[in-house]
């Protein structure tokens, strides 16, 4: 978990003979009119109102002159707007000793400006095996889900991103080569937490050029740290921020970023039009015809009914159900979906599961014991851990958990709304049914698999994925649960 009891203060000190220690130049107050950047900043603010006066406001740091440029800024307004900032450092261990130096270069920045410092860390192997996706992914997921959690252990409802202008124009490239349609309207200025919607991310940078945090950072005299995997390809951000828009602006010979920034206010504009109108028809009883519609607004009707019934929404399937009326289209194994001629998007089950109420208690009292649910044998052996011992060898069918967290009892079942769990390497719980997705388990699947309740309610097992993060045998663990299962006939 997250290093959320440290405060530091000015006080907070490092050993003199550090060669990282932080130097800034002495405090002094801004008056807002007398400095472009920070007068503008404030004014987005106090116009988007991002944030109320008299809050507590979490500031993401990465040391990075983006974010430091951010922290400076808050910190000035700060007094002004009746905020208490708390720094956040998520150090993600993938550059061993430089995520080591960001974080210490963090810690003393906030602790020069007398501000709260919180920390979280990772293991860089645990996020590589965390999802099927990229390390980048996996990486934001769990840093997200860092900053929400400082959030809510510091009572706030605001956690700031130094997100800017022109990662707007990157995003837009991005998204646009990967054949995105609402995502081309960018990122908003204030959005919910992605995985906290009571927390909301805010961007007070959004309308200002990296040019002019660089002019600031070096005007100021604010010293940062440089990412050295910012200059790998390996990121298709960095190639897009380093070759794809410095060719675009030498051939064109003109900065394409702000004229991108345009097309993404236009698009946005856009895309918010035309939600409202879908809105507004699907209210209305659908009085106007279906096929009447403009194409741009029967694709954000069908869109929004596909949320509704909560599917994945892709351009292919809203496609689909346009161009075809009446025809079922399949979503998956158990579902498909169709349109009636009047716009109303309709599914229909295969055998669709159900959510299944059965589960059986099984004590774990003895040293072993084998019981059988849902078509499954499971057996169960506690053994104390005795120091030293060797690792159990890794099985498909088998594996091993701290005995003492799971308790002396256990609830098998199946998968139900609302369950939330935290797969061993992930830095917080998530949606089982997100974490399904993630893992791209075919919706059929889903309600077979068996989970498997700790005494405690949290999930420590799900049938031939991964164990809880909570459960994993530790050094410190005294005795160990070696958990066995087959399947006796097919699940269901």
């Not at 399937?317 to 498909?336: D, G, K």
């Not at 099985?395 to 005995?403: K, N, W």
């Not at 005494?455 to 958990?483: C, H, M, P, Q, S």
Request: net charge positive.
């Amino acid at each position: 978990m997250w290093n959320t009891g440290t405060i530091w203060t000015p006080a907070s000190k490092v050993a003199s003979g550090s060669d990282e220690r932080l130097i800034l130049p002495e405090r002094r107050r801004f008056d807002r009119f007398m400095n472009a950047l920070i007068d503008r900043v404030a004014a987005f603010i106090e116009t988007r109102g991002l944030a109320p006066p008299g809050g507590r406001v979490v500031v993401a740091v990465s040391g990075g002159l983006d974010s430091m440029a951010l922290l400076r800024v808050l910190s000035e307004l700060a007094p002004a707007l009746d905020w208490a900032l708390v720094v956040a450092h998520y150090n993600h261990r993938l550059r061993g000793s430089e995520s080591d130096g960001d974080e210490r270069f963090v810690r003393e920045a906030a602790g020069a400006l007398g501000l709260e410092f919180r920390s979280g860390r990772a293991k860089a192997g645990e996020l590589r095996a965390a999802r099927k996706k990229s390390v980048e992914m996996a990486c934001r997921e769990a840093r997200h889900a860092f900053l929400a959690e400082i959030a809510r252990a510091a009572g706030a409802s605001r956690i700031a991103l130094a997100h800017h202008a022109d990662d707007q124009a990157e995003l837009f490239l991005l998204r646009l080569v990967r054949g995105a349609g609402q995502g081309l309207a960018g990122m908003s200025p204030e959005d919910p937490s992605p995985v906290d919607s009571g927390v909301s991310l805010v961007r007070p940078f959004l309308e200002c050029s990296r040019a002019e945090l660089v002019e600031f950072v070096e005007r100021e005299g604010i010293r940062f740290r440089e990412d050295s995997s910012n200059a790998s390809r390996e990121h298709e951000r960095n190639r897009v921020r380093r070759e794809v828009i410095p060719f675009l602006n030498e051939t064109f010979e003109r900065k394409v970023a702000s004229a991108l920034r345009k097309s993404q206010q236009i698009v946005a504009d856009e895309s918010d039009c035309v939600a409202e109108l879908a809105l507004r028809w699907l209210k209305s009883g659908r009085r106007a015809k279906f096929d009447n519609l403009h194409p741009a607004v029967q694709r954000q009707c069908l869109r929004l009914q596909l949320i509704e019934l909560g599917f994945e929404v892709s351009f292919d399937l809203v496609e689909q159900l346009r161009e075809r009326p009446a025809v079922w289209i399949s979503v998956s194994t158990l579902e498909t979906v169709s349109r009636t001629s009047e716009g109303v998007v309709r599914r229909r089950g295969q055998g669709i599961a159900s959510f299944s109420k059965a589960e059986r208690e099984i004590a774990l009292d003895g040293g072993s014991g084998v019981f059988e649910f849902s078509g499954r044998t499971v057996s169960w052996k506690r053994e104390v851990s005795a120091k030293g011992a060797k690792r159990a060898r890794k099985r498909r069918d088998r594996e091993v958990f701290d005995a003492d967290k799971v308790g002396r009892k256990t609830t098998l079942r199946h998968w139900r709304p609302g369950d939330r769990f935290q797969p061993i390497g992930m830095p917080a719980p998530v949606k089982l049914q997100d974490w399904f997705v993630n893992q791209k388990i075919p919706r059929d699947q889903r309600r077979k698999l068996l989970v498997a309740v700790a005494e405690n309610g949290d999930i420590f097992w799900v049938e031939g994925l991964r164990i809880g993060e909570r459960f994993k045998v530790v050094d410190a663990t005294r005795r160990r649960l070696f958990w066995t299962w087959k399947s006796a006939a097919k699940p269901g």
